[in-house]
């Protein structure tokens, strides 16, 4: 991917997700074998088709400690700015820019950019509405007229702001005073994925010299889940990727982040570098909103496209993430189109969806993070609710006990309505 020889690099994650508040405690739930899916709370599940999910447990005031901030933003922006403040605090950059001159201070924010991808609204944004609405139907002065009249009484002006879908990129550009190249995407489940994207290139671009990129969602609400149960893909339990007996995915909420930036920069200033961004690929399939290419087309092309981007062979992957999202379709593909590409020769697969839920926007960065952390550790976590593996599938290298890990370049694999697929290739760094 790269046009010059200076590698883009990680040097700073965060996440927040039903299984923890840090990269530390999500990975010893994977390690574990422990699910962070459980009855949910936020509503009465009694009279829901679903009534599990992977909720986060932390606080408010625990994600972002500014009380007066909480009036303006969303559950799902608490997440994100919680986790590009984590990830940011983690690659020192903050520090970094504090320690400078003041008269260099300028310039080095209008070189920091932000790029966050998330789910782009939900149905309980409205929600405050229902109640006018109600109550103008059986008005005398008529429906219309009567929610003109009503409307700044029942539903706050602040309702807009709360409603944005780039208040995660506002506030914490604000909060840090990064004035860089910045985006907001929103693009389903592959929204956060695709901003550690743009983030490389964009600064392979010389668009901006270091970049935090975030996914965040929280799409876990009463309409959310009756539709995808309608549509036939959710499940009453944890998630059982690629086995047997898989019947649908659960949602989780949460953010995840990572730092990128030149590694000459990061060895200047002394970071730790905690991976390498080498290349990415994605494709659509253009079979419809839900359908998938039966053959699993869309995801080998999306895999060989990132192997070529990021200039290695499909011998040096060590491993593979999958996006494994447990419903039948979209299991069956993503092994086919993985084994299209690399036969009987494919290095060990994994997914995390049975730990956390399926993050949607957030789902393919948290991903990656952990990815990074397997690299790290050199410990592949196993797939805690994995029986049996579909015969359908047939010999596929996915495991229920954790394996070590030989080699550092990971593939991580995330997929979307719309026949999105998205790869991105990472090696890990000692």
């Not at 192997?307 to 593979?320: R, T």
């Amino acid at each position: 991917m790269s046009v010059s020889n200076d590698p883009i690099v990680f040097t700073g994650s965060g996440i927040v997700c039903g299984a923890g508040g840090s990269v530390a405690e999500v990975w010893g739930k994977l390690t574990t074998g422990e699910t962070a899916v459980r009855p949910f709370t936020q509503f009465d599940p009694a009279k829901w088709p679903v009534q599990v999910a992977s909720e986060v447990l932390l606080s408010d005031r625990d994600l972002v400690s500014d009380r007066k901030l909480h009036k303006t933003i969303s559950r799902t922006d608490m997440f994100g700015i919680y986790a590009a403040e984590q990830a940011l605090a983690d690659s020192g950059l903050p520090a970094h820019r504090d320690a400078l001159p003041e008269t260099d201070q300028a310039a080095w924010n209008d070189r920091t950019g932000l790029i966050v991808g998330t789910g782009g609204g939900n149905y309980k944004s409205n929600y405050d509405y229902l109640p006018l609405m109600t109550e103008a139907e059986v008005s005398p002065d008529g429906a219309l007229p009567h929610f003109g009249k009503e409307l700044s009484n029942q539903v706050t002006p602040m309702w807009l702001l709360k409603n944005l879908p780039n208040n995660v990129l506002c506030h914490v550009g604000i909060r840090g005073q990064y004035k860089g190249t910045n985006a907001c995407i929103t693009n389903q489940c592959s929204s956060g994925i695709l901003a550690v994207a743009e983030a490389a290139c964009a600064i392979t671009n010389d668009e901006a010299d270091r970049i935090a990129a975030a996914g965040h969602d929280s799409p876990f609400e009463p309409e959310m889940v009756y539709y995808y149960h309608k549509l036939g893909l959710m499940s009453g339990a944890a998630p059982r990727p690629f086995d047997a007996s898989r019947d649908g995915t659960v949602f989780g909420e949460g953010s995840a982040a990572l730092v990128l930036e030149r590694e000459s920069e990061a060895k200047a200033r002394g970071a730790k570098i905690i991976g390498e961004f080498l290349g990415f690929g994605c494709c659509n399939e253009a079979t419809g909103i839900v359908d998938l290419a039966d053959d699993g087309n869309g995801v080998s092309r999306a895999i060989e496209e990132a192997i070529g981007n990021a200039g290695i062979s499909k011998e040096e992957v060590a491993l593979i993430c999958a996006h494994g999202n447990g419903n039948q379709a979209s299991d069956r593909t993503e092994a086919m189109g993985i084994l299209r590409v690399f036969g009987e020769a494919a290095p060990p697969v994994t997914a995390f969806k049975w730990c956390y839920g399926h993050l949607i926007a957030a789902s393919g960065i948290a991903d990656i993070v952990m990815a990074l952390e397997v690299l790290k550790q050199g410990v592949l976590p196993g797939i805690a609710t994995l029986d049996s593996v579909d015969p359908v599938i047939g010999a596929f290298p996915i495991s229920r006990e954790n394996r070590t890990v030989s080699g550092k370049v990971a593939l991580v694999i995330c997929r979307g309505f719309g026949g999105m697929n998205v790869v991105v290739v990472v090696r890990g760094r000692d």
